[in-house]
């Protein structure tokens, strides 16, 4: 070292410890660029290098501090709205992005104390320094509390409270007074007992056929519906969130395994049918049979309709003058309005007048008389005259 670096080196290190002493942000300044690379001084010292401190929140200033934001230290900020709303935040730098997560109010009956904040937010600041991003983190837990919200609702819910809830949600259309009431009977008689009380998310097949084996030979026809009741029910939880997995009740695949089908221990038996070439000769003997219920069942044979159809029958559906009988759609199986369906014409005798008797249904009553039926030659022949009915 020549005496020329001996010096500079000596003066150098004094005014570096003197300006560290005096005001170490300004060490770097004096010391730039004047050692010609020889003696390196890092231009910020550490003081120099840290972010500045926030100067601090008491209570007081927590409770009148104008609109603005203001920090704490920490990441913790208190934002105070223009209309008098006071929040705490954390701010906080994750994957090179700000992010700012609510930590609740900080005035008003729920207000979270200046030193609660301080401690949730150094808790935060520890999840960011691990990698962990909080806002992510609250989403996870508000997601694990809904699923353990869910999953005790789902224990709650018996098979007969789900199975009430499918009746109500589907009785309006259901429009046979005796199938609406079989629903909840069956139920109360042959599956409630085994599983009515248990969960809908634990009922199984073991369940299922604890209700149906017992009287699927001798009620078969019960049996085969209860089985498709307790289906839709479940389908319905499964539907609703209530239940996962495959459905226990299904037939195909499933109870079809297990149980025998219904044709081949109770075979449909339909009623007898009249053979078509008697039916002249049966509307003949009708007719010569007194009383309203003959009445109704030669206009149900002439309209081919439903005895439901015929036997709610009211004047107002019959337009005389068109000769139409327009079924209502609350009537028809369908549930379609159908109009002009059946024709009731009227047919002159030879001798050119109208011979009237009464018809009665069940709006009232309105003259009408005979009937006209197809003959074996297909034409058509006035009996008695009058109002003739065909389709």
Partial sequence: MTPQDRHDYRR??????????????????????????????????EAAAMPRKAAGLTAAKVRTAEPGRYGDGGGLYLLVRPEGGRFWLFRYVIDKKMREMGLGAASGRDAIMLTDARTAARKLWEAVRAGRDPLEDRKAEAEAKKAAALAAQVRAMTFRDVAAAYIAANEAGWRNDKHRAQWPSTLEAYAYPHFGNLPVADVDTGHVMAALEPIWRSKAETASRLRGRIESILDYAKARGWRTGENPARWRGHVANM???????????????????????????????????????????????????????????????KGVWTVPGARMKAGRNIGFRYLIRRWRCSE????????????????????????????????????????
């Fill in 259 to 321: 149980l025998p089908a219904k044709a081949k221990i109770q075979p449909v038996e339909h009623h007898a049918a009249l053979p078509w070439r008697e039916i002249g000769a049966f509307i003949a003997t009708l007719r010569t049979q007194p009383g309203l219920a003959a009445q109704a069942l030669q206009l149900t044979v002439l309209t081919v309709s439903r005895s439901s159809e015929v036997l709610c029958a009211k004047w107002d559906e019959i337009d005389m003058e």
């Fill in 12 to 45: 150098y290190t004094f005014l570096t410890i003197a300006t560290m002493r005096l005001h170490p942000p300004l060490f770097g300044f004096i010391n730039r660029g004047q050692s010609r690379g020889r003696f390196a001084v890092p231009y910020f010292t």
């Fill in 352 to 391: 050119g007048s109208y011979r009237c008797g009464t018809m009665k249904l069940a709006g009232g009553c309105s003259p009408a008389g005979g009937r006209a039926v197809r003959c074996p030659t297909w034409r058509w022949r006035c009996c008695s005259a009058g109002w003739a009915a065909m389709i």
